[in-house]
């Protein structure tokens, strides 16, 4: 298996930008997973989903992120407008049940 | 919430030394983790241990879910295990792992 893909590896945009992550989850496994690491606040959950259904966005920091699963084999994570405090990298995740969560390479976003 | 705590935060060794790296967390825990990120950025699966005790070559865990804490033993480190180790705990059925803020480690040659 492939493993979690995700596209770009690196983003660098201007602030205003709209920003779109992209995620291939393994094939099979009905969670998903989206992340975000920074040196201050370490990894933190923005967003699961189950069965391609959001269940819960509360780590989500505010309206300007939105995260879509259209199928089981993709999904998208959408910054509009992105601000610097935005630069972080962006983990995507899957696993069966809430067992064992594997994770994609990141993208690094910077947002100047 | 749950408060997930590793120690020590920073460790430096000699290639070929061990060490112990902890994890405490503050409730039971349904789910738990063991990562390596390599200085690369990508995190890597060692153990899925939410009870007992796992071994992959050079590298082990323990998990004590009923005194809430968990090991992870690194024996005759090589450089090539530096990196930040983290361990998650998912709990109470959140669905949802929640990460230690890691030990940083750096093994010389």
């Known amino acids: 298996d492939a493993g979690v893909i995700q596209s770009p590896r690196h983003e660098v945009t201007e602030m205003g930008q709209e920003v779109t992550l992209r995620c291939k989850p393994i094939?099979?496994?009905?969670?998903l997973f989206w992340y975000r690491q920074t040196m201050m606040r370490g990894l933190e959950l923005l967003i699961y989903?189950?069965?391609?259904?959001?269940?819960?966005d509360s780590g989500m920091p505010e309206d300007r992120f939105s995260a879509k699963m259209p199928n089981a084999s993709f999904s998208t994570l959408k910054i509009q407008p992105s601000e610097p405090r935005d630069s972080a990298v962006y983990f995507c995740?899957?696993?069966?049940?809430?067992?064992?969560?594997?994770f994609g390479p990141g993208t690094r976003l910077t947002v100047t | 919430g749950i408060q997930v705590e590793q120690s020590p935060p920073d460790l430096i060794l000699q290639e070929g030394a061990n060490s112990t790296l902890r994890c405490n967390f503050s409730?039971?825990?349904?789910?738990l983790q063991w990562f390596h990120q390599n200085p690369w950025g990508q995190l890597i699966n060692l153990f899925y241990?939410?009870?007992g005790t796992k071994q992959n070559g050079r590298l082990s865990a323990t998990t004590v879910a009923t005194e809430r804490y968990s090991l992870l033993y690194i024996s005759s480190s090589q450089t090539t295990d530096s990196g930040v180790y983290f361990c998650?705990?998912?709990?109470?059925?959140?669905?949802?792992?929640?990460f230690g803020t890691g030990t940083r480690l750096k093994v010389l040659a």
């Open positions: 995740a899957s696993s069966t049940a809430i067992y064992e969560q594997y």
């Open positions: 094939s099979g496994h009905d969670y």
């Open positions: 989903f189950n069965n391609n259904v959001p269940i819960d």
């Open positions: 409730d039971s825990v349904n789910n």
């Open positions: 241990i939410p009870s």
């Open positions: 998650a705990v998912e709990y109470s059925g959140t669905y949802k792992y929640i």
